[in-house]
């Protein structure tokens, strides 16, 4: 028992020592404070990427404008080598105008938006609608030779269920005590991989079975209720575009229809598409600007999120939000004078929706090298997805200068902690760090990880690489990837907030003795030995 007794007081003694020596300047907090609440710019820069540039689909126009507005307002800031890095992509896409209804057995209109990278209709055209529930291409020979000419329905309806009533909400002690309670991996690591890869692949395999069997149009149920509209889809790859009009309907439109043809009536409908391809230039960008360190070499820290949306909504949530307070936050620390010791980067990435294009090729093009995986499974998916665990890694003389990447996407809610992706030693340092904003809301310091943002190409080649834990709003519930992702639906005292703490997160990175703490290196898995 007095062994137990004294582990405990050394294991805590051991955990304050690690606190006390992280200082955290409350001079400079009150500077970032002040600045950031009183003066902020937030919401102005937000204002113009949502109002004024609108939705940035990856290689678009305006997501090229958004490359160069960002970088000439950091620039106007005084931050230094504002820029553009490119990565080759695929072909950019628009759509300027469309109109659907259904035409038989009565005329309405339809809650609809095209797919994007699908192509126009060249005018009207209509056609008789079959309700084809495909799932996998297991389902394909279901439906060979019955769908030539037919508008497809190509999702099934569920059953009614009365819907939730939680659509806004903020995370309560609870649901923070559920984060920090750590999930101890098991079973596959690769099983989540796996599914991202087939979910992406049947993208390109339906619609490419549909073109084959001869049908004119696709259309696809959003997966929320109340008229969300949600028209995702990837085909973007050069030479491998898909053939055939497609759309994506509200739920209840599209379910309407399904009942229609289940109770033995004739449905038909007319759709009409104004949509451009840009096939001049595949290649696509992110945003980066500096403020820099001091010597010649410094070590970097670096603050990002994506600048890219999708076409439907003006991706306010998803992730202007993100992009406005990593402006924001960078903006902060040149207003209030400081002079990092590490030079602080901002990437506001591109194609982070189809697949982490703009970090994974930061992190090709800066830290490390390793070879792309050929597996013809992975002919559709996106850089990170090649590159993802393949081994050799060769390190590049940055990596070792390299400090922490810090990211928000997760939404415009404010700041509530960071999940600390499995670096115990990173937990105390964290936990200090956030202390002068316990006031704000944000006191919780996690060791699991999260998935989903452009943390990930970072994290897993071994750098300390962090998503913010945010609170949730309505953006999983509403805005996600849908129309309704435009400016009404962020708050100014989030943005601020977030702000004021990426700001407070980078200048700590950026400032201490030595680079934070990082995990273990990955290793490459082990081959087995097959005896003869």
Known sequence: MKNLVLAGVFAATMSMSANAAETV????????????????????????????????LTGSPAMLEANNWTRDKLTEWGLKDARLEGFEFGYGWTAERSEMFMIAPRRTQLYALPLTWHPGTDGVIEGEVVHAPIRSADDFSKWEGKLSGKIVMVHSVPSQKPPSNQVFTRHDDKGLEKITDYNVPTGDPEAGTEGWRKYKSFFYELEQFLAKEGAI?????????????????????????????????????????????ENGETVRMSIDVDATFYTEDTKSYSTLADIPGKGRRPEVVV????????????????????????????????????????????GLWGGEEQGYYGSQQYVMDH????????????????????????????????????????????????????YGEGNAAIVPIFEEWLKPFHDLGADTVTLNSTSGTDHEPFDDIGLPGFQFIQDPLDYGSQLHHSQIDTFDHVYEEDLKQASVIMAAFIYNAAMRDEKLPRKPMPVAPEVPVIEE
Do not use: C
Not at 31 to 44: A, T
């Open 25 to 56: 300047n409350l001079d400079v907090i009150n500077k970032i404070r002040d600045e950031g609440f009183n003066r902020s710019q937030v919401m102005e820069t937000l204002q113009h990427l949502t109002d004024g540039i609108g939705p940035r």
């Open 217 to 261: 149009a696709m259309v696809r149920r959003s997966p929320r209720k109340a008229m969300l509209i949600e028209a995702t889809s990837y085909q973007y790859k050069a030479g491998k575009n898909a053939t055939i009009p497609g759309i994506g309907m509200a739920w209840e439109h599209y379910s309407r229809m399904a009942r229609m043809l």
């Open 303 to 346: 603050a990002g999120a994506h600048l890219d949306s999708w076409f439907v909504g003006d991706g306010a949530a998803d992730d202007g939000a993100g992009v406005a307070v990593v402006m924001e936050a960078v903006r902060i620390l040149k207003a209030i004078g400081v002079e990092p010791k590490r030079t602080i980067r901002v």
């Open 367 to 418: 830290l490390v090298e390793r070879p792309e995986n050929k597996d013809e499974k992975l002919q559709y998916m996106g850089s990170y997805e090649k590159y993802y665990g393949q081994f050799p890694m060769t390190l590049k003389p940055e990596y070792d200068r390299f400090s922490a990447y810090f990211n928000l996407d997760n939404g415009s809610g404010k700041i509530r902690g960071v």
